[in-house]
């Protein structure tokens, strides 16, 4: 393996690791240069397809006229799951759980039933709306409590277990318990769900696809079609965002393309509109955790136990390893001292809940928030003096739910600094007295801190394959398994092969992820795409170097240690000649110019049975620090500043990592204030547009932001250059604006009880909150 420590030298090339460098299509995204798959030229013969939805959430279907739809202007064919050659299945996991298109039972409103190829758009639209479907209504299972009196899940539960909870919640000094709501979240990508396949010659087909797992694609597409994995391809230049809703989601919209392609002759492409999009793709789990702790008298968590209930939808999915990883990080910062913990993942007759951004941890992360703040009240006093009380410490203060002992814990001294650098301390003691003073503005502080586990939780997806070329002018050809949805892992990776060369960023030719060039590849989530393609094009890139310093040493007769890469050129014994050079002379004595890189995340081990192991490398923490003010008439509110300190390791870009840090609390801020999903009694989405689905806008940014890297803190595993993660763990910076409200409505009963606001806290619910706190202490 090689080293991770960049060359020290005392000039640097352009865009190396450690250097802040502009998105590799930041530009193109200004001027719309940047070619998504809806800008690629369309090829001749084009097909647009559109899908026909289900109107009931459980039912047989009965029958299905499709006739008029047949006969409709532009219609060129019409496919039902009797048209797939292969098999109707579009699951991940190997569950085979979820068909393409609906047979003979429905069980979503939304779920696709057919699909119409058109020579427009717009004809396809309409097209499809013309099906007429007669079901027998089944009664359907809408709600997480219908569901939990049902007890059907999608997937086995997971306990974790500790010590004896039940035990030391018995015997502890004081006890609570109670339940929160956790609401979902949407998406919400700029780019929604879309492919276009092209036929090619016998089996072949390629597919340009939304998504963040190609190989996946690849295999679904293969097994719709029947035909070998070896004549898809999956190419992916880059997303307009994903969040995780294109992990698994992109599946279907991809093989349905793939398979009007196939037996149409022609190449097609399915755009959903946004509406469609919303009703058919998954969304966040929304969860109901029921809790009971015992602590003593100052605060301190003595056992707890918990039950997190998930409303997956009609299929698995994902749900397994996502309610998975909510117990694992219902810990967030805090030892238990016992600790029992359960998961239900529960079907329903609802859209499938997938991936997105925190798989689940950031609902774990919630809950335990929820007992911290409720343990706050009753001892009166401030929840982050029992954050601190109870923060992960020394031996024997280490270990977590699942038996990792986590050797990296910096979330005491992190929050310190956090704590200095926004003044929390004479903040708070102003706001308590702003608020003594009455009013119907109220305003509240909160600090929250955030332990995030980096690592899939599925062992064997802890893996990445690179390829490198290096060409004999000197540039470089590099390709590796993730994919680029905004994040701006594509410069990243191309940063690190740069350094690893010494030569500028230029140099490095930045092309498509594409299933024929690097295969059977993870998806880019769990926050591991720099840490994985990373280190694979790194070992790419090595093993092209020690041919070069191994071809140096023969060719000129010096020592290794004489061959030394600098900026753009190579030292080899007294003389220096330009990168270029040395690589036109090593391919005219034949030197393989061309590597594979592969990695494998070391350490990693994982019993679900057991519910013990090492499913995480290393951790990577952060804090927000939100101020808020609450119109106590109205319930509505402005966040007034927040203060972010977060811990990235040594960045291989700190201006990239400052804008995911930003962008993931204000996205963390969304799903736990105003993002709410709504079903009717008949099962429809009604939040399935941007007219009725709040996202943040402009005007909720905090009036004043200041968010810092954490400094002076390389990762203390061998991840690339001593990074650390930074797609998903700040997304869990949210959590202090949710805590912040709850401060300031706390204070309209005399912060005496704890207002357990569940998020979303919507003016709505933040109102309710404020009206029942009042009650509770006015006179009778």
């Known amino acids: 393996m090689p080293d991770s420590t960049p060359i020290a030298t005392a000039e640097r090339i352009t865009g190396g690791v450690h250097v802040d460098r502009r998105h590799d299509s930041a530009h193109k995204h200004v001027t719309g240069e940047a070619v998504y798959i809806d800008d690629i030229r369309e090829p001749a013969g084009l097909l647009h397809v559109y899908l026909g939805l289900s109107d009931r959430p459980h039912a047989k279907l009965l029958s299905l006229d499709l006739s008029k739809v047949k006969s409709a202007p532009g219609v060129v064919r019409v496919l039902t799951s009797a048209d797939i050659p292969g098999t109707n299945d579009v699951s991940c996991m190997g569950r085979h759980d979820e068909p393409l298109f609906a047979d003979d039972l429905i069980e979503y409103a939304g779920q696709p039933l057919f699909a119409v190829a058109a020579e427009t758009r717009e004809q396809a639209r309409r097209a499809a709306r013309l099906a007429v479907a007669e079901y027998e209504d089944l009664d359907p299972v809408l709600t997480t409590a219908k569901a939990r009196e049902t007890g059907t899940v999608v997937f086995p ?132 955790v029921d809790y009971s702790v015992g602590f003593d008298d100052e605060g301190r968590i003595k056992g707890v136990d918990f039950l997190f209930a998930a409303r997956c939808g009609f299929a698995a999915d994902l749900s397994g390893p996502v309610t998975d990883r909510a117990l694992f990080h219902c810990d967030n910062t805090y030892f238990y001292e016992a600790v029992h913990a359960q998961s239900l993942p529960l079907k329903t007759n609802t859209v499938s809940n997938t991936a997105f951004r925190g798989f689940g941890g950031p609902q774990g992360m919630v809950a335990a928030e929820r007992i911290i703040e409720e343990i706050a009240y009753a001892v009166g006093k401030d929840p982050l003096e029992i954050r601190k009380l109870n923060f992960y410490g020394e031996a024997g203060r280490d270990v977590t739910p699942y038996h990792q002992t986590v ?25 308590r007295e702003h608020n003594a003073k009455g009013g119907y503005l109220r305003k509240g502080i909160a600090l929250t801190p955030v332990k995030f586990g980096i690592s899939f939780t599925a062992t064997q997806y802890n ?115 330009p990168f270029a050079d040395l690589v036109r002379t090593a391919y005219m004595a034949r030197i393989q110019l061309s590597s594979t890189g592969f990695y494998k995340t070391p350490e990693i081990h994982w019993d679900r049975t057991a519910g013990s192991g090492k499913p995480f490398y290393y951790f990577s923490y ?62 429809h989405l009604r939040t399935h547009a941007p007219s009725t689905y ?85 006179p009778p």
């Open 463 to 577: 893996q990445a394959g690179a390829l490198v070329h290096v060409y004999t002018d000197g540039s470089v050809h590099l390709n590796h398994g993730g994919t680029e949805m905004g994040q701006g892992l594509y410069v990243k990776v191309a940063q690190v092969v740069a350094e690893e060369f010494q030569i500028d960023i230029d140099k490095v030719r930045i092309t498509a992820t594409t299933t024929g060039k690097v295969p059977n590849t993870s998806a880019t989530a769990a926050s591991s795409g720099a840490d994985l393609n990373g280190k694979a094009a790194q070992v790419a890139a090595h093993t092209i170097k020690e041919r070069l310093i191994g071809f140096a040493v023969e060719n000129w007769g010096v020592p290794r240690e004489q061959v030394v890469f600098l900026p753009n050129r190579v030292r080899i014994g007294n003389q220096e000649i």
């Open 407 to 431: 050797e990296d814990n910096i979330a005491p001294e992190l929050v310190a600094d956090l704590e200095a650098r926004s003044d929390y301390q004479a903040r708070r003691a102003a706001i």
């Open 157 to 288: 539960p997971m306990t974790l277990k500790r010590g004896d909870a039940a035990e030391a919640i018995a015997s502890a000094p004081r006890r609570l318990e109670g339940r929160i709501a956790i609401g979902g979240q949407d998406h919400f990508y700029l780019e929604g769900q879309i492919a276009m396949a092209v036929p090619g010659e016998d089996d072949e087909v390629l597919v340009h696809s939304s998504t963040q797992h190609p190989s996946e694609v690849q295999h679904i597409v293969a097994h719709v079609l029947s035909i070998p994995a070896n004549a898809v391809s999956i190419e992916v230049r880059r997303m307009g965002g994903a969040f995780g809703g294109k992990e698994t989601q992109a599946n279907l919209f991809a093989a349905t393309a793939a398979l009007v392609a196939k037996k149409t002759g022609r190449a097609a492409k399915l755009r959903p509109d946004r509406d469609d999009d919303m009703v058919i793709t998954g969304k966040r789990h929304d969860f109901e």
């Open 622 to 683: 952060g804090a927000a620090a939100a101020e808020v003010t609450v119109d106590t008439l109205t319930g509505e509110y402005r966040v007034d500043r927040v203060d972010i300190l977060h811990d990235v390791g040594k960045s291989l870009n700190p201006a990239l990592d400052r804008g995911q840090v930003e962008g993931g609390f204000v996205q963390g801020m969304g799903w736990l204030t105003m993002e709410e999903l709504w079903w009717d009694q008949r099962g």
């Open 694 to 778: 709040k996202i943040p806008a402009c005007s909720d940014r905090p009036k004043i932001f200041n968010v810092h890297l954490l400094e002076n803190s390389p990762n203390r595993k061998d991840t690339i250059y001593r990074s650390k993660a930074v797609g998903e763990p700040p997304l869990m910076l949210g959590m202090s604006v949710l805590h912040a409200i709850s401060d300031a409505v706390a204070s309209v009963a005399g912060y005496q009880r704890c207002p357990r606001i569940d998020p979303p806290a919507t003016p709505e619910k933040v109102l309710a909150a404020i009206e029942a706190m009042l009650e509770q202490v006015s």
